[in-house]
């Protein structure tokens, strides 16, 4: 499979972040990565999430939410990490941009979160309804979104490990609380971070079908 990959720096606010892109030739969408706590853009779970997506015939774009020196900062006090408002602005500034790309603007957008990443996601969908067509979260915080779960229109998965409880607890309140169309999944004998086995493949697997499904809906027939 032919694949367009680009290394690229992404303008936000008065910050740059850095960021892989890889489009597969022909690509029915674009899944933005919105990584987890403590995470980057090299994060291997992600990465390998990427790979898969890719193969499906997906885009994808990773970045990181913080710069160099914030993530040293966050390395050491973990605070950024948690700072949801500040990474939803990322998620935004970045899908803007994407929107004003000429290899991206014409390819319905999905978000894929992680961890804190889930909750970035969301808010940054709620604040873009019209430009988000899908979300997925794996072993995602959703309930850190807060009261933008009520304004999230895209259909949204929730991924969680059958042997992270507290994780499947605060996805199910999340669940109930987003109002579009929602589907949780569970993958037994997964933990956190989906370490066990196969159990990544099928998170990733699951990822890749919701997002074939529902920004497959969002293509435009070509003009003739």
């Known amino acids: 499979m032919e694949i367009r990959q680009s290394e690229l720096r992404v303008k936000v606010g008065d910050v740059e972040l850095a960021g892989e892109l890889g489009i597969p030739f022909g690509a029915a969408g674009l899944v933005l990565f919105a990584h987890g706590s403590g995470s980057s853009r090299f994060s291997p779970r992600n990465q390998f999430v990427a790979r ?13 939410l913080l710069t160099p020196e914030e993530e040293a900062i966050d390395s050491v006090t973990a ?33 894929f979160g992680a961890s804190t990443g889930a909750a970035a996601a969301l808010v940054a969908a709620a604040a873009r309804p019209h430009d988000v067509e899908a979300i997925v979260s794996r072993g995602g915080r959703p309930d850190l979104a807060g009261d933008a779960l009520g304004l999230v229109i895209a259909p949204t998965l929730l991924v969680v490990g059958g042997n992270d409880d507290v994780v499947i607890e605060l996805n199910l309140d999340a669940l109930r609380r987003l109002r579009g169309e929602k589907s949780i999944e569970v993958i037994p004998g997964a933990s956190h971070l989906f370490a066990e086995g196969d159990t990544l493949e099928q998170a990733a697997n699951l990822a890749a079908s919701w997002f ?13």
């Open 212 to 224: 074939r499904s529902k920004l497959s809906a969002g293509l435009q027939p070509a003009e003739t």
């Open 79 to 111: 605070e950024l990490r948690f700072d949801i408002r500040l990474l939803a602005e990322r998620v935004v500034g970045t899908i803007d941009w994407l929107k004003g790309e000429k290899a991206t603007v014409d390819l319905p957008l999905g978000l």
């Open 52 to 64: 898969i997506l890719r193969t499906k015939g997906l885009g994808t774009l990773l970045f990181d």
